[in-house]
């Protein structure tokens, strides 16, 4: 009876992993829509509902709060959502300084493909983020729901390969099944020693071009996708980032060709000056 107990937690946790990195490509472009959580009304996501509706049907997987999705998302929405249940601090206070939110029963109510939790390497509460990683692995493990794990990083860390590696190795250790962390020299080592999927995070925003360059070398390094919020929802057009993203990352599209496609959606939506 054990046994056959873990084979289906396994399956169930596969067969989430599956509706958030696409099967026929091994990739994914997630949205990352949580930053209210701890930034407030964050620019360009101030009424998310409007922000998420024209984006949904470009994107594979929406991350965000309990409360988003169930003012800001229809219930007809398809797509997979993972879950952001870490929080309990704001920009105005230690940011590190987080705990578990919510709940796995939560999370299963509300059709998660998948939970989120921020940990916080080389920081003051490291161990109590650590912790709480851990202790969501098991929670979801005992249900099937796989765990992302958010390397955040503070002011005082460095981004660079030895860091993240550590990061995301411990991230890995501790039972998450994805990881999620920011691009940096040297990204392949980060990639490879870390045994689970890695995704990328899009940061703050940047040109366009730039953020279409950041998710071509994340790939081409071993990332399997972003999970990108501010360059996509803050761009002069969402839609066309969000497009140029995806080719990007499921059709290998090169830098040029994606930022052309960005160039003629945002053209296309800018209305013409009558005669």
Known sequence: MLSEEIVTLDWGIKNRLSRIIRPGTGRTVMLAVDHGY????????ENPRETIKPLIPYADCLMLTR?????????ECDLPVVLRVSGGTSILRELSNEGIITSVEEAIRLNAAGMALSIFVGSEYERQTLLNLSKLVNMGERYGIPVLAVTAVGREMTRDARYLALACRIAAELGAHLVKTYYCDDFQKVVGGCPVPVVIAGGKKIPERDALQLAYDAIHAGAVGVDMGRNIFQSESPVGMIKAVRSTVHENATVDEAYDLFCKVRNESVPSSSA
Do not use: E, K
């Open 67 to 75: 409360g988003v999705l169930r003012t800001s998302v229809g219930a």
């Open 38 to 45: 701890f930034q407030g009304p964050t620019t360009g996501l």
